[in-house]
């Protein structure tokens, strides 16, 4: 730019002297002294230099003007060129953008999966400012999110600029619309709509005044409750609902889309009992909002002091207590965002290896039109012309990709969220909104610039003039055939890391089927069943269990029914602090905890659970006789190191339908059961009788009877004509939900799979496209090779160099890759090591298998071809 204004510059000077020169002459010729005469033209253009510093800006736009239009013209002409060539070639240009269309596909599927769940933010207003709140140990680390209901409002209270609400996940069997249905909603403290920073669309939210003991039972719905079970009318406030045989007064709609937690369709006052259930009842769950002009900073610390004179007031409780937070979003999608970016990485190599791919197919192309290029350069095409030309038949190529693309994206997007689990936040987010599009965008360029640089460049080291009488039978150069190679080993490298990743991940999904979870899994059937309180007691609860057990034993189809709150896999619990009578008393802070388990006398037969010594519950074990309790493997190991506890003494401390819970004599010992998880061991847990302890919500567990296919149908007509005004849910068997607990493993292995087979595939067919090309550029050299004695083993393995060597250093540089990146599956591996040998030699031999033959079978289409054809060929 410098020297065009230097030139024009000097333009402009010449023009503006030849200019005043001339008018000089003129006024001289009118009979004026040239002093006067030069002095009239000076006093007209007093202000010489705007004047050419205007002439030198006009100059200026008008080259700017004339280089714009040389630009799109050549651009126009540029994509006129390009579009020929492909049009001749149209079996080139469909393998290309197939390959292209294929990695850009499904990279903004999965990135559109990304972007809804781990990127946009929550539709609530100011969502970067929503907190959850932790409960941390300051002695063991552990952290918990669950809390005291007096310490969430203690909070609110006491930490300037930060709004506190609770809630806890509950369900309810709704009665009088239409039928019996269970529906599932929350209870919470007041203030839950606000800390999110929204009004309710109808009426109003829980008041403070309405979360005490003995509180009147109202409840805000959801708006999709309100549309559909309510008519969306406004004289829905004020109605009565029938919630568990109790009325419930509408005084509320929450605004359209809110429905936290857990998809809730309504919110109801917790009516916490503090004297019951205070501080140390940890049951409900805590969300904060951080109010504007307020840190993160600042209220951790105001919470940190908070906390310190909680610390003192109830020390028995609160002494190894800390409490933080983190963003909400950030605790929603803890689970699964390592596995997503995980998933994100692992198309993006589907994605280089199809660049690779087609940027070997552009450098054979490339080879072949050495000519053409030369004879350009020759008729005086620069060299920067040439690469402009390459890059935009590349860009071309990348836009037919991208645009196929974004159509193989919305199928993937659909197949993505039909075959996700439901343990994935926000998936219904997923789409092709302007982030994605903008990212598809982004991709075409970026692979504009991957696959079309390599080619590119090898044009511009060549010596395009020297080659415009090149042979067209000639091989490409030493440079072309390392860039081939180089190519060639980054797609089988990435390839082989794929293929690890499918490969640790069927192993994980191998281990956990193969895992002993200590209870049956076959032919066993469960279904959950809660009764209203307001119609069953302690005592008619425990009767109708019973009842419903002996009816369920009298099937063909069942062999014994049993129940319990806490049925494995069904991802709740309860737990108490635990005590030793025959002990030295402890401080409150320091006891134990153990889980709770509820349950009736057919459970252990139900679901199979080996009884190790001593006797499980019979229906004598009831509330006026002696307090029972039976221990699993895991509570013996940590509290009586492994000695036979029956007989000995223990307490739970945990009020549930009992005014005190009495000392229980250990009477039994049981196999431990993989109950939260299946990839996590049991925890100490104590099994009490549900007769001695008044629950109204159990899992009913049928082992079936040899033979019989399933006893749901008519356990639900047993129930209908015991009660038809309870609902049932969750009818199940034990084979769908452990179904369940694999399928996210299931999901990430099916989509890492197609990944790695599609890189495997690609690289095979760069491969096999790549000894090909090898072998018919060197037709002449095997024909006089076979002419001077070669044997046909000698012919394929010199083929078959151009292609393993390649592939045996992309192998190499695999292996390393897939040594060093094995950390990032480590939190979706169970039961196999990143490393594992067994996992890494199975795939790597899968790899060299299809290396081979991937290269053979060109090579040996080498080693046939007749001298005479050879030679003729040139």
């Not at 070639?89 to 599927?109: D, E, K, Q, Y």
């Amino acid at each position: 730019m410098g020297a065009f204004r230097k030139e024009t510059g000097a333009d402009v000077d010449e023009e503006l002297r030849f200019h005043v020169e001339t008018l000089v002459e003129r006024h001289m010729a009118e009979g004026m002294t040239e002093e006067d005469a030069r002095r009239k033209v000076m006093a007209r253009f007093r202000d010489l230099g705007g004047t050419r510093t205007a002439l030198l800006r006009e100059r200026e736009k008008e080259a700017n003007t004339v280089q714009r239009r040389l630009f799109f013209d050549g651009l126009r002409q540029d994509l006129r060129v390009s579009w020929r060539q492909y049009w001749k070639r149209p079996g080139f240009t469909a393998a290309a953008v197939t390959t292209l269309a294929l990695g850009i596909g499904a990279t903004v599927a999965i990135f559109s999966v990304v972007n809804g769940v781990l990127l946009n933010p929550l539709p609530y207003p100011e969502p970067d400012h929503l907190v959850k709140l932790w409960n941390v140990d300051t002695r063991s680390g552990a952290r918990s999110d669950w809390m005291d209901h007096p310490d969430i409002r203690y909070w609110h209270a006491e930490v300037p600029g930060l709004k506190v609400a609770g809630y806890a996940s509950t369900r309810v069997t709704l009665t009088g619309i239409g039928e019996p249905t269970v529906i599932f909603g929350a209870e919470v403290t007041n203030g839950l709509l606000d800390v999110f920073g929204l009004k309710p669309a109808l009426g109003r939210d829980v008041t403070a005044a309405e979360d005490v003991p003995g509180g009147p039972n109202v409840v805000m719905v959801s708006y999709g409750f309100w549309r559909e079970r309510l008519g969306g009318s406004p004289d829905a406030l004020g109605r009565t609902l029938q919630f568990d045989g109790e009325s419930w007064e509408v005084v509320g709609v929450a605004p359209e889309g809110f429905d936290f937690p857990d998809h809730a369709r309504f919110w109801i006052p917790q009516h916490q009992d503090e004297a019951q259930c205070g501080h140390g009842c940890r049951n409900i769950r805590a969300v904060g909002r951080i109010e504007r002009g307020t840190t993160p900073a600042a209220v951790q610390e105001r919470m940190d002091a908070a906390e310190a004179r909680l610390v003192r007031t109830y020390p028995d409780v609160h002494r190894d207590d800390s409490v933080t937070f983190q963003p909400i979003l950030t605790a929603m999608v803890a689970n699964v965002r390592v596995a997503l970016w995980v998933l994100l990485g692992a198309v993006g190599m589907v994605l280089l290896v199809a660049c690779a791919n087609v940027a070997n197919l552009l450098l054979v192309r490339a080879t072949d039109r050495i000519g053409e290029m030369a004879l350009r350069a020759t008729l005086g095409a620069q060299r920067s012309r040439i690469i402009r030309q390459l890059l935009t038949e590349s860009l071309l190529l990348s836009l037919g990709g991208g645009a196929l693309g974004l159509l193989l994206a919305r199928w993937g997007i659909s197949a993505t969220v039909h075959l996700a689990p439901d343990g994935i936040p926000r998936l219904q987010e997923a789409g092709l909104d302007g982030r994605v599009v903008g990212f598809a965008f982004v991709l075409v360029v970026v692979t504009t610039v991957i696959f079309g640089l390599a080619p590119a460049l090898h044009m511009a080291r060549r010596p395009l003039g020297a080659a415009l009488g090149t042979s067209r039978r000639t091989s490409g150069g030493k440079g072309t055939d390392l860039s081939r190679s180089l190519l060639l080993s980054g797609e089988v490298a990435l390839s082989l890391m794929l293929l690890l990743g499918a490969g640790l991940l069927f192993g994980t999904l191998r281990s956990i089927r193969s895992q002993g979870l200590g209870f049956a899994t076959q032919h066993v059937e469960r279904f959950h069943l809660a009764l209203p309180r307001s119609r069953y007691d302690v005592d008619a609860g425990t009767r109708f269990f019973e009842q419903l057990e002996d009816r369920l034993d009298a099937l063909p189809e069942v062999a014994v029914a049993g129940s319990s709150l806490n049925a494995p896999l069904s991802g709740g619990h309860i737990s108490s602090p635990l005590t030793f009578p025959d002990r030295p008393p402890v401080d409150r802070a320091d006891e134990p905890g153990i889980r709770v388990r509820p349950a009736t006398v057919g459970y252990l037969d139900a679901m199979d659970i080996p009884l190790e010594r001593g006797r499980w519950f019979t229906r004598g074990d009831r509330r006026d006789n002696t307090g029972v309790v039976v221990l699993n493997k895991a509570a013996v190991s940590r509290f009586f190191h492994d000695e036979d506890p029956v007989g000995r003494p223990i307490q739970l401390h945990i009020t549930w339908g009992l005014v005190e819970e009495p000392v229980r004599t250990v009477v039994g010992v049981v196999g431990d059961t993989r109950s939260s998880s299946a990839t996590e061991p049991d925890v100490p847990a104590a099994y009490v009788p549900e007769a001695q302890f008044g629950v109204d919500n159990l899992y009913v567990t049928m082992r079936l009877a040899p033979g019989a296919r399933t006893a749901l149908p008519a356990a639900r007509a047993i129930l209908k004509d015991m009660d038809p005004y309870l609902a049932v849910t969750e009818m199940e068997r034990i084979e769908d939900v452990l179904g369940r607990e694999m399928a996210p493993t299931r999901f990430y292995l099916t989509l890492v799979g197609v990944f790695s087979v599609l890189a495997l595939v690609l690289a095979a067919v760069g491969l096999y496209g790549v000894v090909a090309y090898s072998v018919s550029r060197r037709t002449r050299e095997i024909g006089i090779r076979v002419a001077l004695g070669a044997r046909g083993g000698d012919v394929v393995g010199m083929a078959l160099r151009d292609g393993v060597i390649p592939a045996l250093a992309g192998v190499v540089v695999g292996i390393g890759g897939s040594l060093l990146g094995g950390r990032a599956l480590q939190g979706l591996l169970y039961g196999v090591k990143p490393q594992d040998p067994k996992t890494l030699a199975t795939v790597t031999a899968v790899l060299l298998a299809v290396v081979f033959l991937a290269t053979f079978v060109p090579a040996r289409r080498a080693s046939r071809v007749h001298p005479s054809e050879a030679l003729r060929a040139e």
